[in-house]
T-cell receptor
Framework: GIQVEQSPPDLILQEGANSTLRCNFSDSVNNLQWFHQNPWGQLINLFYIPSGTKQNGRLSATTVATERYSLLYISSSQTTDSGVYFCAVDPGNTGNQFYFGTGTSLTVIP | DTEVTQTPKHLVMGMTNKKSLKCEQHMGHRAMYWYKQKAKKPPELMFVYSYEKLSINESVPSRFSPECPNSSLLNLHLHALQPEDSALYLC????????????FGSGTRLTVV
């Protein structure tokens, strides 16, 4: 099956710093999502981004499907950004079969 | 209503028990999903329902039995579980088609003793 690797696995930031999280996938995909999982386990959809660039406040994401990677940018990080960030990919064309990457655990310290 | 509601939030069950997890959404989504997440691991896809029919079963053991009685409700029936089945069970829903993302519930933390 498709392999989805995220880097770095762990990241510690000072509040206010910027960061870039990376998601590499081993095969072509038609769909990709980024999620934030808070310390209580809730998964929040950040972006649905099969290709191109999107921005939402301090967060933005870019997917280059032809090169099999996606990036999540976090600017001016806040302590509430702490948690685990996952990318999830759908190797088919249904939008109904997402497989999660290995995750990046982010800790933002004041 | 933009939520997926899962109940119960926590469940402790013995290996001989039968229990059920419930997931409900009222967003008109016609695809619903069960994922299993072990501690410090990514969620793993278990089942996918499309139009109330099981479309994907990721080789899940038969002690997990999904059911979709209507377009708003998804159940996961549990029977004869093992301690290694202890995990966070997450439900999600979405519109069908390749242009829609998921909405997740807050999960059920299951402990098998």
């Amino acid at each position: 099956g498709i392999q989805v690797e995220q880097s770095p696995p762990d990241l510690i930031l000072q509040e206010g710093a910027n960061s870039t999280l990376r998601c590499n996938f081993s095969d072509s995909v038609n769909n990709l999502q980024w999620f934030h999982q808070n310390p209580w386990g809730q998964l929040i959809n950040l972006f649905y981004i099969p290709s191109g660039t999107k921005q939402n406040g301090r967060l933005s994401a870019t997917t280059v499907a032809t090169e099999r990677y996606s990036l999540l940018y976090i600017s001016s990080s806040q302590t509430t950004d702490s948690g685990v960030y996952f990318c999830a990919v759908d190797p088919g064309n249904t939008g109904n079969q997402f497989y999660f990457g290995t995750g990046t655990s982010l800790t933002v310290i004041p | 209503d933009t939520e997926v509601t899962q109940t119960p939030k926590h469940l402790v069950m013995g290996m001989t028990n039968k229990k059920s997890l419930k997931c409900e959404q009222h967003m008109g989504h016609r695809a619903m999903y069960w994922y299993k997440q072990k501690a410090k691991k990514p969620p793993e896809l278990m089942f996918v329902y499309s139009y109330e029919k099981l479309s994907i079963n990721e080789s899940v053991p038969s002690r997990f039995s999904p059911e979709c009685p209507n377009s708003s409700l998804l159940n996961l029936h549990l029977h004869a579980l093992q301690p290694e089945d202890s995990a966070l069970y997450l439900c999600a829903s979405s519109h069908l088609g390749p242009t829609h993302g998921y909405t997740f519930g807050s999960g059920t933390r299951l402990t098998v003793v």
